[in-house]
C-alpha cells in the first residue's frame, strides 16, 4: 500500500501513458485530519496548514521521504480530540492532496494549549517500489 492519494497517483498514470504531468510544487503544505476526515490545522495557533519548502526541507532515503526540519502547528485553540492523520498539500488551502498515512499513536487528543510539533524525522511518506 501507498501513502499516495488519487491526485497523486492518477499524475503518474498520465506521465507513463501521456508523457504529461503538473508542474511540481514549490511548497509543500502538512496538515491534519481527525477520525471523521476532518482537517483541523486550523485549530492550532499556525491557523492553518503548515508551509514547508519541496526539496530543502525533506530528506530523501532510498525511496521514502521524510520532513528534514521540525513541523510545528503551534499550541491548540481548543481541546482536539482522535486526531488520525497527517498529509501534504500543494496549496494553503483547497489545493490537491499528495499524499497522506495515519500517525502513529492515532487516534490521539491535544489539550486546548498544547502544542502540536514533530521534530525533523518524526515522519515519512513511502513510495513502495517493487523491491520493497
Known sequence: MSDFS?????????????????????????????DTGTERATDFAVGGRVSTTAGTDWTITNTAFENGT????????????????????????????????????????????????FPAGNFTFDIVDRTE
Do not use: C, K
Not at 497517483?9 to 509543500?28: C, E, K, R, V, Y
Not at 497527517?86 to 488551502?93: E, K, Q, S
Open 6 to 34: 488519487v491526485y497523486t497517483a492518477g499524475q503518474i498514470a498520465d506521465w507513463m501513458s501521456q508523457g504529461t504531468i503538473a508542474t511540481a510544487p514549490a511548497n509543500l503544505y502538512v496538515t491534519v485530519f481527525d
Open 70 to 117: 521540525e513541523i510545528s502547528f503551534g499550541e491548540a485553540t481548543a481541546d482536539i480530540t482522535n486526531l488520525q492523520d497527517i498529509a501534504l498539500f500543494d496549496a494553503a488551502t483547497g489545493g490537491n492532496e499528495i499524499a497522506r498515512y495515519a500517525m502513529g499513536g492515532a487516534p490521539f487528543d491535544v489539550s486546548d494549549g498544547t502544542t502540536l510539533a
